[in-house]
């Protein structure tokens, strides 16, 4: 791998991952990140890997479609996955990280990797030849570095409009953006303990969550409330427009009165330690922070201007004085087709990108995957792939018994139609062909078939001399 050289655009998760990844097999990183030269509407800073909505890297459960990602992530060695155990915030049984420090310890080992070379500059596009073309200070386009080897495309969703376009021409799509949406963030202090309840569901003591429990009354009223206010994009939504694992809290409460109660504001496994019973709906509060100092309102996406998540969220019970860290954006998500556009491989195999002087890989949710730890598993995926091809060695194929590799499998296979970005779950899996009846047993089941496939996988990885 000696003088081999990989471009990738955006150092956020997934361009994070596969930097280092590929700077740990010896490969010379150029990492474009337009930030903090071009900030986004989400973005705080310019560290890489900075996270812009949830801080919950969701479940640890082994026997889970995301805990058995993360044992995967773990056993292939990934560096984010790695960074999150480090800065691990209590959330229950999920994994939930202080994103401030998550971020910095990325940016850390990022900057100090001597092949990696980090490049502020927005990308605009690719020259025929490879080169990577960037915004000068005027505006124009220019080419100021040699062609790469290998080019990785980890933009992600919020890809500025000029590289959108580009890539729109390179795919030859009509379509490339949806809709989501994040959670409003509020300060510990601000809020009225008296009234929020520290547990977790199904347990009797304390827990991971604070509760801020409605009456029958008082949702009814927020409700109501919630439904008529103001939004920042005027629209109606249609369910195409909106990834469904993000869709905003009053966007729920439009399908009926009580979808928030059965969603996100679900009471169940709660009790109200003042009343000794079941609140009428419940919203829950993760901790931001290692120190518990800001706490995230789950289920709580939302396109609400300013003045109106202050004054409608300041409804729920506990939060009438909070102080906002953070206010819920709702942003533009781009991704292209990856059924129609992508190799197992992650390879960009469109006849424009076949025509480039260099071959082009796509990862994170700018090629059609959901969730933070898939962006983390699609960078790694991706710098295996690229080592494969420097190397010239046929990489073996992740498998779809795993939780990536049915993943994979799923959003690169071109049956696939109306392609929404999707994460891990076992919905896509491979069904067992004697149908296991007991959900619990039929999980647990997908654990160890996917943890077996993997250990295949490894090995197969190790005598390619991909993996040490």
């Known amino acids: 791998m000696e003088n081999k050289t990989v471009d990738i655009i955006g150092a956020g998760l997934a361009g994070t991952e596969a930097a280092l990844q590929l700077a740990q097999r010896g490969i010379a990183v150029r990492l474009f990140e337009m930030r903090p030269l071009v900030q986004t509407d989400v973005h705080r800073s310019g560290n890489a890997a900075e996270l812009v909505c949830s801080n919950s890297l969701k479940s640890m459960k082994p026997d889970s479609a995301a805990g058995m990602l993360k044992h995967e992530l773990a056993c292939l060695g990934s560096h984010l996955i790695s960074f999150a155990n480090e800065t691990r915030v209590a959330a229950g049984g999920a994994l939930a990280v202080d994103r401030d420090?998550?971020?910095q310890l990325a940016t850390d080992a990022l900057e100090g990797n001597p092949l990696i070379a980090?490049?502020?500059a927005e990308v605009v596009g690719l020259r025929e030849d490879g080169r990577v073309l960037v915004a000068d200070a005027e505006g124009s386009a220019s080419a100021p570095f040699d062609a790469a080897d290998a080019v990785i495309v980890a933009s992600g969703p919020l890809t500025s409009d000029k590289l959108a376009a580009f890539m729109q021409g390179l795919t030859g799509?009509?379509?490339l953006a949806f809709y989501d949406a994040a959670a409003p963030v509020v300060m510990a202090d601000s809020l009225d303990r008296a009234k929020v309840f520290s547990q977790s569901r199904y347990e009797d003591g304390g827990g991971d969550y604070l509760n801020a429990p409605f009456s029958k009354e008082e949702y009814e009223r927020f409700m109501e409330e919630l439904v008529g206010a103001e939004r920042v994009i005027k629209r109606e939504f249609e369910t195409s427009d909106l990834f469904q694992a993000c869709q905003p809290i009053e966007e729920i409460a439009r399908r009926g009165f009580d979808a928030p109660r059965f969603g996100p504001l679900k009471p169940v496994g709660l009790t109200d330690p003042a009343t000794g019973r079941r609140p009428w709906a419940v919203v829950q509060l993760r901790a931001e922070d290692a120190h518990g100092q800001s706490f995230n309102l789950v289920g709580f996406q939302t396109n609400l201007t300013f003045p109106e998540q202050k004054r409608v969220f300041q409804m729920i019970p506990g939060l009438?004085?909070?102080e906002f860290a953070r206010y819920g954006v709702m942003h533009r998500n781009s991704f292209i087709d990856a059924p129609h556009m992508l190799s197992r491989t992650l390879?960009?195999?469109?006849?424009?990108a076949r025509s480039l002087g260099v071959p082009v890989?796509?990862?994170?949710?700018f090629g059609g995957t959901e969730g933070y730890c898939e962006a983390i598993a699609s960078g790694l995926y991706a710098a295996l792939g690229v080592s494969a091809e420097l190397g010239g060695v046929e990489p073996p194929m992740l498998p779809e018994e795993t939780a990536f590799g049915a993943l994979i499998s799923y959003a690169t296979n071109p049956d696939t139609v109306d392609y929404q970005p999707m994460h891990v779950n076992f919905g896509i899996m491979k069904p067992f062909e004697k149908k296991i009846r007991n959900k619990r047993e039929r999980y647990a089941a997908y654990a160890s078939r996917?943890?077996?496939a993997l250990k295949a996988y490894v090995e197969a990885l190790r005598s390619e001399g991909l993996l040490d």
Do not use: I, M, P
């Open 450 to 452: 996917g943890d077996e």
């Open 173 to 175: 799509q009509d379509h």
């Open 101 to 103: 420090l998550f971020s």
């Open 320 to 322: 009438e004085h909070a």
């Open 361 to 365: 890989f796509v990862a994170g949710q």
């Open 347 to 352: 390879q960009l195999r469109t006849d424009a």
């Open 118 to 120: 980090r490049v502020n």
